[in-house]
């Protein structure tokens, strides 16, 4: 395996930690207006994710960064190619940002309010544009000879990539109420518990009509057996969620996302960025990677850089581990009272 190979595993998995852990975020933000009854319960929903929302969002930067580094062509054909739709993910993300810390400094009921109207709307727009993103990825856009996509905004809005949005929409809210039922104690904690046992059905249908149409788009032995993995696993979740057994049915959401991002990415292999316009004109690792050089300078970065990240976020994982309620709330995350 060469460099440029490794590299584009090693963007693989900084997307798949990224969405195993914001996508419950996201999932917590949707969940605001269903499982929530009043404002002090929205507050104990955003308590959950308050100490770990902004940390997940390092492996996105990280993805980012990464992808610019290592595959510049990549990184320009993305940003070209989809430069709509990273605008409206980039405001999302700023808004969600802006509300989930500010929805606490000020005792006003208005301006509470409008913070988590802004919460729920970013975190459903981030949550289907995500799979709007990357099914569009798999399935390929119109790229020139040039390397530079030609298509527009509406290329992207085809049935495959409108039901890609719509499994990450479905995947992410059930792993947020699965996150949710097992950080929360009482009212909330049951009624995240029932609405996970009601979202396992829609999410395993459109699982299953994505993982098939992937395989007819793109056939691949490899990418077949893990994205059967995520189905088998989200089967095994209505299981656990059933028998209220809350830290197996988040492991297994867990690796339902896990190894639906590793399938698309095993898809992709060996190119990165298909052109749906002359398959000789696609982008592939080996041609739109960085030279051998600045590799290697990545390659002792990460080496010393990505352990100390994963450390420090492991420890804060650890610290606010406890379950949190109305009546019991921890001093950081009581911030979001």
């Excluded at 929205?42 to 996105?60: H, Q, S």
């Excluded at 056939?219 to 989200?234: D, K, N, R």
């Excluded at 190119?271 to 004109?281: F, I, K, N």
Aim: proline letters at 4%.
């Amino acid at each position: 395996m060469q460099l440029h190979d490794v590299w584009f595993v090693l963007i693989a998995f900084l997307w798949t930690g990224y969405f195993f852990l914001e996508g419950f975020d996201f999932g917590i933000g949707i969940l605001t207006r269903i499982l929530a009854r009043d404002s002090e319960e929205r507050g104990v929903l955003l308590a959950t994710i308050g100490p770990v929302w902004d940390g997940n969002e390092v492996w996105m930067l990280t993805a980012v960064g990464a992808t610019f580094a290592a595959f510049p062509d990549w990184y320009a054909a993305l940003c070209s190619g989809f430069y709509l739709l990273v605008l409206a993910l980039l405001v999302c993300l700023i808004v969600r940002g802006v509300a989930l810390e500010y929805r606490a400094k000020r005792a006003d009921v208005r301006w509470r309010r409008t913070c988590d109207r802004c919460v729920l709307w970013t975190s459903l727009g981030c949550a289907y544009l995500w799979g709007l993103v990357f099914a569009n990825m798999v399935r390929g856009v119109p790229i020139g000879p040039d390397g530079n996509c030609t298509g527009t905004v509406l290329d992207l809005l085809h049935p495959y990539a409108l039901l890609g949005g719509c499994v990450t929409l479905c995947l992410f809210t059930l792993h947020g109420a699965l996150f949710a039922a097992l950080k929360t104690t009482g009212a909330i904690r049951r009624r995240a518990r029932a609405l996970a046992c009601r979202l396992t059905t829609p999410t395993v249908v459109a699982m299953l009509l994505f993982v098939l149409w992937t395989q007819v788009h793109r056939p691949s032995v490899p990418a077949f057996i893990v994205l059967t993995v995520a189905v088998a696993a989200l089967f095994l979740v209505a299981e656990m969620t059933e028998k209220a057994r809350e830290g197996w049915a988040f492991a297994l959401s867990g690796l339902t996302v896990a190894a639906l991002v590793a399938g698309l990415f095993l898809d992709l292999f060996p190119e990165v960025m298909p052109s749906s316009t002359d398959p000789a004109w696609s982008l592939t690792v080996q041609g739109a990677a960085s030279s051998p050089y600045t590799l290697t300078i990545l390659t002792w970065v990460a080496a010393f850089g990505a352990p100390v990240v994963i450390a420090y976020q492991a420890w804060t994982y650890w610290v606010f581990r406890r379950r949190i309620g109305v009546t019991r709330r921890p001093e950081r995350a009581a911030a979001h009272r």
